[in-house]
């Protein structure tokens, strides 16, 4: 049975840094490409980032370039999300999925930036 | 890439039919020609869960009361009786270009 347990949220204040994890099993991680999508509450789904089965590359929404790094070990199938400089306006949920099936997603886990 | 999703709201009554349109800015037909729009179903307080890939294929277990069509860079979700359990926020979401986009929403409700 697939599973991917999203862990590492929690309140932080803004300008502070996050780093969520993403925890696979069930299937081969290391030959699906990864994603992470959040919801802000109230709002609709937005895609974050992705990165390639290697981890050779990735691809950011443009208001998370610069700050945000997804990150993988195969190794341990898991996906990282590093999170820096936050701002109140990434407070969300984070679901990891896998790209670009989005058959399974994670349980969510909560990111709240506000001092 | 623009993805436009309407209506916003569509309310229902159970058995009818419900229709949802995506639009895109740009085609989303791949190289490798084929074409990357999904839809998903989200119901309150869960997380999204996978419908429809690639414009009109049902992921495992989805029942085929749901359908989708479309082509280049117009797409349609069809319900074809409404039940219960189809009332939450449908989610469309462009795969073809980073970065990937949503669709707004749309809520099926109840009448």
Redesign the interface.
Known sequence: EVQLVESGGGLVQPGRSLKLSCAASGFTFSNYYM?W?RQAPTK????VA?ITNSGGST????SVKGRFTISRDNAKSTLYLQMDSLRSEDTATY?CTR??????????VMVTVSS | VLVTQTPSSLPVSLGDQASISCKSSKSLVHNNGIT?L?W?L?KPGQ????LI?TVSNR?SGVPDRFSGSGSVSDFTLKISRVEPEDLG?Y?C?Q?VH????????TKLELK
Do not use: C, I, K
Not at chain 1, 44 to 47: C, P
Not at chain 1, 59 to 62: A, F, K, N, P
Not at chain 1, 99 to 108: K, L
């Open positions: 994603a999508v609709g789904l937005e895609w992705s691809y950011y929404r443009d679901y790209d670009p099936t989005f058959d399974y997603w994670g349980q969510g | 990357y999904a998903f989200q997380l999204p869960q996978s890939h992921f926020v989610y979401l795969y980073y970065p990937y986009t949503f669709g707004a929403g």
